[in-house]
């Protein structure tokens, strides 16, 4: 759940501003408009965890709210000499095992060991993305890969801002005399609102509003992680053109499958990609056009007709149902954008998310 996102610079940067952030705003401006092909720490389409980004926090001794750079992966306990906390920029680094606690479950932050202590502390924070992906089971027969997929806000410009928690350890080593710490967080998940649930039955705790986001950041609290949670859970709404308006800020769609590669960075990582399935009748006849031969029989006209090859594809005998090929009709769902090829009169519903389709001219 919610273990890869895509982060840049336009996204910090606009989070700053909305954020009111003090003493980094002016560096995450420069950054967002610079091209240098140094700036890639700051611009990663495809972020996994045990990677590094800056996190906004509130710095409660200058009372303003900051950056400050984390690593993707919350390390609860202190390392120590015998086995030290890895760096991303040590040779034996692996994400696994040091990097695991990526999410958080908001139910639960409050009782669990690893998290009551930084809510209680007031150690909240926000992780601004351009989106995130998730993952669904490939329903084709020949390619098994999963589908990915991505989420972002329908607005290119506005960066989704994830709620999360953070803290800094000891890593277990000395570094010019000094104790080492790092600072790593975690990113907090609810359910998934209902018209993301098909892809995934939980998504990140995003935060629409810029006041409940700066809220979180100073005041954190049980009660404000309930509110939050109920902006995503349809049946503690008690408008629904108010859940639906939330739904609407939310954009998903199917993403080129060379994100199944953790290290894939390319600049179509978030570019939206149409599904395409298979012919209907590719699976009857996968090489040439299988003829066959059939022999009508004409008997009121006194008339026969001798043998000759069809077109399964073209042509279909009479009496012979069992030799009638349906021919198919293409329609998109209109959420998830899965193509169909078979009648839209044998489905009622969209066979990847499980939609109600809906009955518009074009998919008539």
């Given at each position: 759940m919610c273990g890869r996102a895509a982060y840049s610079a336009a996204s910090c940067s606009s989070a700053a501003s909305v954020l009111r952030c003090g003493d980094s705003s002016p560096q995450l401006v420069a950054a967002a408009s610079s091209t240098s092909s140094?700036?890639?720490?700051?611009?990663?389409?495809?972020?996994?965890?045990?990677?590094?980004?800056?996190?906004?926090?509130?710095?409660?001794t200058s009372k303003s709210v900051c950056s400050t750079p984390m690593?993707?992966?919350?390390?609860?306990?202190?390392?120590?000499?015998?086995?030290?906390?890895?760096l991303p920029s040590d040779d034996d680094f692996t994400p696994s095992p040091h990097y695991t606690m990526f999410n958080a479950r908001s139910e639960t932050v409050d009782t669990k060991v690893s998290f009551r202590s930084l809510l209680r502390d007031g150690q909240s924070c926000i992780f601004a993305v351009d989106g995130y992906y998730e993952w669904t089971k490939s329903l084709s027969p020949i390619d098994k890969k999963k589908q990915p997929y991505f989420v972002r806000s329908s607005s290119l410009d506005t960066p989704l801002l994830l709620a999360g928690l953070w803290t800094r350890v000891k890593t277990g080593r000395?570094?010019?005399?000094?104790?080492?710490?790092?600072?790593?967080?975690?990113?907090?998940?609810?359910e998934a609102h209902p018209k993301l649930a098909w892809i995934h039955p939980r998504q990140p705790c995003i935060l629409n509003d810029g006041s409940v986001a700066r809220e979180w950041l100073q005041s954190p609290s049980k009660t404000l992680?309930?509110?939050?949670?109920?902006?995503?859970?349809?049946?503690?709404?008690?408008?629904?053109?108010?859940?639906?308006?939330?739904?609407n800020a939310w954009k998903c769609y199917p993403v080129?499958?060379?994100?199944?590669?953790?290290?894939?960075?390319?600049?179509?990582?978030?570019?939206?990609?149409?599904?395409?399935?298979?012919?209907?009748?590719?699976?009857?006849?996968?090489?040439?056009?299988?003829?066959?031969?059939?022999?009508?029989?004409?008997?009121?006209?006194?008339?026969?007709?001798?043998s000759e090859e069809m077109d399964v594809s073209e042509k279909c005998p009479p009496k012979d149902e069992s030799n009638v090929l349906i021919k198919s009709h293409e329609w998109s769902c209109h959420v998830c954008t899965f193509l169909h090829t078979k009648s839209k009169s044998q489905f009622l519903a969209?066979?990847?998310?499980?939609?109600?389709r809906e009955c518009t001219k074009d998919n008539a």
């Amino acid at each position: 759940m919610c273990g890869r996102a895509a982060y840049s610079a336009a996204s910090c940067s606009s989070a700053a501003s909305v954020l009111r952030c003090g003493d980094s705003s002016p560096q995450l401006v420069a950054a967002a408009s610079s091209t240098s092909s140094s700036d890639t720490t700051i611009n990663n389409p495809n972020m996994s965890p045990g990677t590094s980004a800056q996190i906004f926090r509130y710095n409660h001794t200058s009372k303003s709210v900051c950056s400050t750079p984390m690593i993707w992966g919350l390390l609860p306990n202190n390392g120590n000499s015998q086995s030290p906390h890895l760096l991303p920029s040590d040779d034996d680094f692996t994400p696994s095992p040091h990097y695991t606690m990526f999410n958080a479950r908001s139910e639960t932050v409050d009782t669990k060991v690893s998290f009551r202590s930084l809510l209680r502390d007031g150690q909240s924070c926000i992780f601004a993305v351009d989106g995130y992906y998730e993952w669904t089971k490939s329903l084709s027969p020949i390619d098994k890969k999963k589908q990915p997929y991505f989420v972002r806000s329908s607005s290119l410009d506005t960066p989704l801002l994830l709620a999360g928690l953070w803290t800094r350890v000891k890593t277990g080593r000395r570094n010019n005399n000094q104790e080492e710490t790092i600072s790593t967080f975690t990113i907090l998940t609810t359910e998934a609102h209902p018209k993301l649930a098909w892809i995934h039955p939980r998504q990140p705790c995003i935060l629409n509003d810029g006041s409940v986001a700066r809220e979180w950041l100073q005041s954190p609290s049980k009660t404000l992680l309930e509110k939050i949670r109920s902006l995503t859970n349809e049946q503690q709404q008690q408008q629904n053109n108010i859940n639906n308006q939330i739904a609407n800020a939310w954009k998903c769609y199917p993403v080129t499958k060379k994100m199944n590669d953790a290290k894939y960075h390319g600049d179509d990582s978030t570019v939206e990609v149409k599904n395409k399935s298979r012919k209907l009748d590719s699976y009857f006849s996968p090489g040439k056009r299988k003829k066959i031969e059939v022999k009508e029989d004409f008997s009121k006209s006194n008339l026969q007709q001798d043998s000759e090859e069809m077109d399964v594809s073209e042509k279909c005998p009479p009496k012979d149902e069992s030799n009638v090929l349906i021919k198919s009709h293409e329609w998109s769902c209109h959420v998830c954008t899965f193509l169909h090829t078979k009648s839209k009169s044998q489905f009622l519903a969209c066979e990847m998310c499980g939609l109600e389709r809906e009955c518009t001219k074009d998919n008539a």
